[in-house]
């Protein structure tokens, strides 16, 4: 029949197919793309940024945590650095004794009344061979051969105590300076420790520690060496508050209350 239109099921399905695409396509870039792409992405950059505001609030909080937390760690570092050197150079000057007793050269001081004279014959005769001296002072106390140090306390010393102006200074290959002195009884043979040297801060208890060495053969501690104040606990430094290390004293028993903990610097360390 003419003009009588002919269905095609299987077109108008295609047909339906297509448009729905079609429609969900369109759908799908409206949705995700309304505008250009770059303005899209432009406008999430400007969604997660911070202000200035911001950044110096959080660099202030960061500063501030930094300041309360640095110094305490300097100190630290400088209390292990310290210790690490002390203990260092302590061992260096036990084993030169102990070498001298292997070679069985006892360490024997005739003198009623040392003298400097006294103490660098001691050094040349059981330091020098078996440390790496580069400089000994002699009988010269000036410029860096000059033993100055001051206390815990603020207090100068201008010489070794108990020694009456009898030491003279050796520097080790390491920037060590080494101060030996013959106590006025000869009983003890001293050793002042400067573990950086004419370094600052020259502070004994913080770069210069003392050390004392037996001499006397009826003496308990012959042929030993040991710190000024020899405490055999922690408790025994407390107890001594005449002498014990802190800002009030000296600092001569400082090397003592290191030694009884164990060679550590604790929170308690005067610094």
């Not at 570092?77 to 102990?98: D, E, F, G, P």
């Not at 100068?156 to 030996?180: A, Q, R, Y």
Request: proline letters at 3%; a neutral charge; aromatic letters at 10%.
């Amino acid at each position: 029949m003419v003009g009588k239109m002919i269905s095609h099921p299987e077109l108008d399905s295609v047909a339906i197919n297509v448009d729905n695409r079609l429609r969900n396509k369109c759908a799908m870039t409206c949705d995700l793309f309304p505008r250009q792409f770059g303005e899209r992405v432009r406008e999430r950059g400007y969604l997660v940024a911070f202000t200035l505001a911001e950044v110096l609030v959080t660099l202030g909080i960061i500063g501030i945590v930094a300041a309360m937390t640095m110094p305490s760690l300097i100190v630290n570092y400088q209390k292990q650095q310290t210790v690490t050197r002390l203990k260092k150079s302590y061992n260096i000057l036990y084993q030169t004794l102990v070498r001298n007793e292997a070679d069985d050269n006892d360490i024997i001081i005739d003198a009623s009344a040392p003298t400097i004279q006294t103490s660098i014959d001691y050094v040349e005769t059981y330091l020098a061979p078996y440390m790496q001296i580069i400089k000994k002072c002699g009988t010269d106390t000036t410029g860096e051969c000059e033993f100055y140090a001051k206390g815990l306390n603020g207090s100068t010393m201008s010489g070794i105590e108990h020694c009456n102006n009898t030491s003279t200074k050796i520097f080790l290959n390491d920037g060590v300076e080494i101060m030996p002195c013959i106590t006025t009884n000869a009983n003890y043979m001293q050793f002042y420790i400067d573990i950086n040297g004419n370094k600052k801060p020259n502070v004994v208890g913080k770069d210069v520690f003392a050390f004392e060495y037996g001499l006397k053969t009826d003496n308990s501690l012959y042929k030993k060496l040991f710190p000024r104040f020899n405490y055999d606990t922690v408790e025994d430094h407390i107890a001594d508050q005449e002498n014990r290390c802190n800002k009030n004293q000296n600092g001569l028993a400082c090397a003592s209350l290191i030694m009884v903990d164990g060679w550590q610097m604790k929170k308690y360390y005067p610094w």
